[in-house]
């Protein structure tokens, strides 16, 4: 359309590169910053961000298999096995065989485990929590909307399916 509209009516968003180049920037350093809470207490630990996400995905998905966790993460199998290894050997995680299908492992958090993870999650949403109040209402569905649409489609289709087993 010449209007400057799209067919549902929206005004279309034009941006610099500059602009995008200090969203890029803004995006990465708010990274750290979500980050840096949980690194402290992981370092502590002797543990990385591979362990927090490992963590982090369980606990929404309990029982959930080293393959669907494979695909969540995106990682190899290898670099996962490592990262479970030592959750499982530190008590954190706890791996069963499947009932269907034995060759399955199906991962839980142990009450340490939990414990973990709810103090690096609390750090995070405290920090998230803080930033959505200080943006308003508007600003934080607007901050959905953009990294939902940033998402590769089969990574937006991964997301929705976890919000629809947690809703």
């Known amino acids: 359309m010449s209007d400057g509209r799209t067919a549902q009516g929206e005004t279309l968003l034009f941006l610099t590169d500059e602009q995008l180049r200090q969203g890029a920037e803004a995006m990465f350093f708010a990274y750290r910053g979500f980050t840096a809470d949980p690194d402290r207490i992981l370092a502590g630990l002797s543990y990385g961000r591979a362990h927090h996400r490992a963590l ?9 298999t080293v393959n669907n966790l494979l695909n969540i993460l995106g990682v190899t199998k290898q670099s996962l096995n490592r990262v479970l290894r030592t959750l499982v050997e530190d008590g954190l995680v706890e791996s069963r065989v499947g009932r269907t299908d034995k060759r399955e492992r199906h991962l839980y958090l142990t009450e340490e485990g939990s414990r ?3 103090e690096l999650s609390d750090v995070q949403r405290a920090r998230m929590r803080s930033a959505f109040r200080d943006a308003g209402p508007e600003a934080v569905a607007g901050f959905r ?9 089969e990574m937006r289709l991964q997301y929705q399916k976890l919000r629809e087993g947690r809703g």
């Open 56 to 64: 982090h995905f369980i606990h929404g998905a309990p029982g959930t």
């Open 145 to 153: 909307r953009v990294l939902e649409a940033m998402m590769d489609p």
């Open 116 to 118: 973990l993870e709810r």
